[in-house]
């Protein structure tokens, strides 16, 4: 069984993506690994270069004329996605922000070999746990995203999808997969409140106009966690190895109180309607398939 790992990155340093430690947490389960690397403003490909032999840099320019929806995102996906082996039987993919925990690997071996010949699958989704402000705390409303399709098969047409948060196939058919017990964790809104600011007011620019730019995202030196706070609970397990160091060299200080929470109207009933009527609101981009 080949397995490709594959993601794309862009100016890591200017706005502290954890994407080595993304990288290195998945490679072990990778007999190869590409990466496409986005013309950048500092020490992107330098960086990529030296985590390890498996990786194929593919070197692009992003488009940043693409302002809708994130297209750009997607597009760079899928020149990675491209470059993969097609002697390939599974691709995990993994972004910038994201990282697998080792106590997982098992069980993603397991379900690769499980499905690997299983016609009616085309991929495996996984749980997410997002955290938000300090590596402490975790979001739990229901403005995150539970689970995300992070390993398909090769050779079924499969693309990624809108903002390339998933993946579609032939003619924007929805992927059939198995949801696995294993969890993804995202670092996305964890960061220096300096490079977060400065990914945010360029963020938006990949979904809309200067104007829309210039009126909704605040100005300032450093991104205000306090402000865009929601409802949070505390991390309860442990991060993945791979990001012990950049979690012990945390450079700014956010804490929460959880007896704050207050679930929000749309939140309890979503959760009444799953837990007592069986019935989930929830979008979901993909078909998930039930194997007994």
Not at 214 to 220: E, G, H, Q
Request: aromatic letters at 14%; hydrophobic letters at 35%; one cysteine or more.
């Amino acid at each position: 069984m080949k397995v490709t790992g594959f993601t794309f990155i862009r100016n890591a340093f200017i706005y502290d993506y954890p994407v080595v430690e993304a990288i290195k947490s998945i490679l072990p389960l990778c007999n190869e690994f590409v990466v496409a690397v986005g013309l950048s403003n500092d020490d992107t490909l330098q960086l990529i270069k030296q985590i390890d032999p498996k990786i194929r840099i593919i070197e692009t320019i992003w488009d940043d004329s693409l302002r809708e929806g994130g297209r750009t995102l997607a597009i760079e996906t899928n020149k990675a996605l491209a470059a993969i082996s097609p002697d390939t039987d599974w691709a995990f993919y993994i972004q910038g922000d994201e990282v697998f925990h080792e106590q997982y690997t098992q069980t993603v071996k397991d379900s690769m070999l499980k499905y690997k010949d299983e016609p009616d699958i085309d991929g495996l989704l996984f749980n997410y746990i997002h955290f938000y402000g300090s590596y402490n705390y975790v979001g739990a409303s229901s403005n995150w995203y539970r689970n995300e399709i992070r390993i398909i098969k090769i050779g079924r047409s499969i693309y990624s999808y809108r903002d390339a948060q998933g993946f579609r196939k032939d003619n924007n058919k929805k992927l059939n997969v198995i949801l696995i017990d294993a969890y993804i964790y995202h670092y996305g809104w964890i960061k220096d409140p300096k490079a977060m600011q400065r990914k945010q007011e360029s963020f938006h620019k990949m979904y809309h106009d200067d104007k829309w730019v210039d009126n909704n995202v605040i100005k300032a030196d450093e991104f205000d966690y306090g402000k865009h706070v929601q409802v949070l609970n505390l991390l309860t397990g442990t991060h993945p190895e791979v990001m012990q160091n950049r979690i012990l060299n945390k450079n700014w200080k956010f804490d929460f109180d959880i007896t704050r929470n207050k679930l929000p109207l749309k939140d309890k009933t979503k959760r009444f309607l799953k837990t007592y009527l069986g019935i989930d609101l929830g979008y979901k981009n993909y078909k998930q398939i039930n194997f007994y």
